[in-house]
Nanobody, 122 residues
Framework: VQLQASGGGLVQAGDSLRLACTDS????????MGWFRQAPGNEREFVAT????????GYADSVKGRFTISRENVKNTVYLQMNSLKPEDTGVYYC????????????????WGQGTQVTVSS
Protein backbone atom coordinates (compact mmCIF):
# COMPACT_ATOMS: atom_id res chain seq x y z
CA VAL A 1 0.00 0.00 0.00
CA GLN A 2 1.36 3.41 -0.98
CA LEU A 3 -0.97 6.29 -0.28
CA GLN A 4 -0.73 9.67 -1.95
CA ALA A 5 -2.96 12.49 -0.73
CA SER A 6 -3.76 15.56 -2.81
CA GLY A 7 -6.22 18.41 -3.13
CA GLY A 8 -5.25 20.65 -0.26
CA GLY A 9 -4.89 24.39 -0.57
CA LEU A 10 -5.64 27.83 0.81
CA VAL A 11 -9.31 28.77 0.87
CA GLN A 12 -11.61 31.19 2.64
CA ALA A 13 -14.11 30.33 5.32
CA GLY A 14 -17.26 28.93 3.76
CA ASP A 15 -15.46 27.51 0.73
CA SER A 16 -15.21 23.87 -0.28
CA LEU A 17 -12.34 21.51 -1.07
CA ARG A 18 -12.17 17.90 -2.13
CA LEU A 19 -9.22 15.85 -1.00
CA ALA A 20 -8.23 12.64 -2.74
CA CYS A 21 -6.02 9.80 -1.62
CA THR A 22 -4.86 7.27 -4.17
CA ASP A 23 -3.27 3.90 -3.50
CA SER A 24 -0.71 2.75 -6.01
CA UNK A 25 -1.02 -0.87 -4.83
CA UNK A 26 -3.35 -3.59 -6.00
CA UNK A 27 -5.32 -4.32 -2.84
CA UNK A 28 -7.06 -1.03 -2.12
CA UNK A 29 -10.50 -2.62 -1.88
CA UNK A 30 -9.28 -4.80 1.01
CA UNK A 31 -8.66 -1.76 3.21
CA UNK A 32 -10.89 0.34 5.38
CA MET A 33 -9.87 3.96 4.95
CA GLY A 34 -9.70 6.96 7.21
CA TRP A 35 -8.89 10.65 7.16
CA PHE A 36 -7.13 12.37 10.04
CA ARG A 37 -5.84 15.90 10.49
CA GLN A 38 -3.23 17.65 12.58
CA ALA A 39 -3.11 21.33 13.35
CA PRO A 40 0.12 22.99 14.52
CA GLY A 41 0.73 22.22 18.17
CA ASN A 42 -2.10 19.71 18.32
CA GLU A 43 -2.27 15.96 18.23
CA ARG A 44 -3.50 14.15 15.15
CA GLU A 45 -7.28 13.80 15.29
CA PHE A 46 -9.83 11.61 13.58
CA VAL A 47 -11.95 13.14 10.83
CA ALA A 48 -13.77 10.38 8.94
CA THR A 49 -13.69 6.70 8.10
CA UNK A 50 -15.23 4.38 5.51
CA UNK A 51 -15.44 0.61 5.25
CA UNK A 52 -14.07 -1.45 2.37
CA UNK A 53 -17.34 -1.42 0.44
CA UNK A 54 -18.34 2.08 1.42
CA UNK A 55 -21.38 0.77 3.21
CA UNK A 56 -20.53 2.44 6.48
CA UNK A 57 -19.07 5.87 7.16
CA GLY A 58 -18.23 7.60 10.41
CA TYR A 59 -17.36 11.18 11.25
CA ALA A 60 -15.97 13.30 14.02
CA ASP A 61 -18.66 15.47 15.59
CA SER A 62 -16.81 18.60 14.48
CA VAL A 63 -17.27 17.76 10.78
CA LYS A 64 -20.63 15.99 10.69
CA GLY A 65 -22.94 17.52 8.14
CA ARG A 66 -20.08 19.38 6.43
CA PHE A 67 -17.64 16.64 5.32
CA THR A 68 -18.36 13.53 3.27
CA ILE A 69 -16.03 10.58 2.84
CA SER A 70 -16.44 8.32 -0.20
CA ARG A 71 -14.40 5.88 -2.23
CA GLU A 72 -14.05 4.52 -5.75
CA ASN A 73 -12.41 1.13 -5.52
CA VAL A 74 -12.00 0.88 -9.30
CA LYS A 75 -9.83 4.00 -9.09
CA ASN A 76 -8.07 2.99 -5.84
CA THR A 77 -9.11 6.33 -4.41
CA VAL A 78 -10.81 7.66 -1.30
CA TYR A 79 -12.18 11.20 -1.18
CA LEU A 80 -13.00 13.74 1.48
CA GLN A 81 -15.46 16.39 0.33
CA MET A 82 -15.21 19.34 2.70
CA ASN A 83 -17.91 22.00 2.60
CA SER A 84 -18.54 25.10 4.70
CA LEU A 85 -14.93 25.15 5.77
CA LYS A 86 -13.98 26.94 8.96
CA PRO A 87 -10.62 28.30 10.14
CA GLU A 88 -10.52 25.54 12.75
CA ASP A 89 -10.42 22.99 9.92
CA THR A 90 -6.89 24.17 9.12
CA GLY A 91 -4.24 21.49 9.32
CA VAL A 92 -2.40 18.74 7.51
CA TYR A 93 -4.81 16.07 6.36
CA TYR A 94 -3.66 12.47 6.24
CA CYS A 95 -5.28 9.43 4.72
CA UNK A 96 -4.76 6.04 6.29
CA UNK A 97 -5.54 2.40 5.51
CA UNK A 98 -6.53 -0.40 7.86
CA UNK A 99 -6.92 -4.11 7.13
CA UNK A 100 -8.74 -4.88 10.36
CA UNK A 101 -11.47 -2.29 10.70
CA UNK A 102 -12.92 1.18 10.28
CA UNK A 103 -11.65 3.00 13.33
CA UNK A 104 -11.80 6.49 14.79
CA UNK A 105 -8.33 6.30 16.30
CA UNK A 106 -4.98 6.42 14.56
CA UNK A 107 -3.56 3.28 16.16
CA UNK A 108 -6.03 1.20 14.19
CA UNK A 109 -4.44 2.08 10.86
CA UNK A 110 -1.55 0.29 9.22
CA UNK A 111 -0.49 2.64 6.43
CA TRP A 112 -0.38 6.40 6.13
CA GLY A 113 -0.08 8.88 3.30
CA GLN A 114 2.23 11.88 3.41
CA GLY A 115 -0.44 14.49 4.14
CA THR A 116 -1.82 17.51 2.32
CA GLN A 117 -2.08 21.00 3.80
CA VAL A 118 -5.47 22.67 4.16
CA THR A 119 -5.54 26.29 5.26
CA VAL A 120 -8.80 28.12 5.84
CA SER A 121 -8.62 31.87 6.28
CA SER A 122 -11.29 33.86 8.09
Amino acid sequence: VQLQASGGGLVQAGDSLRLACTDSGRTFSDYHMGWFRQAPGNEREFVATITTSGGYTGYADSVKGRFTISRENVKNTVYLQMNSLKPEDTGVYYCAASLSGSYDYSEGYDYWGQGTQVTVSS
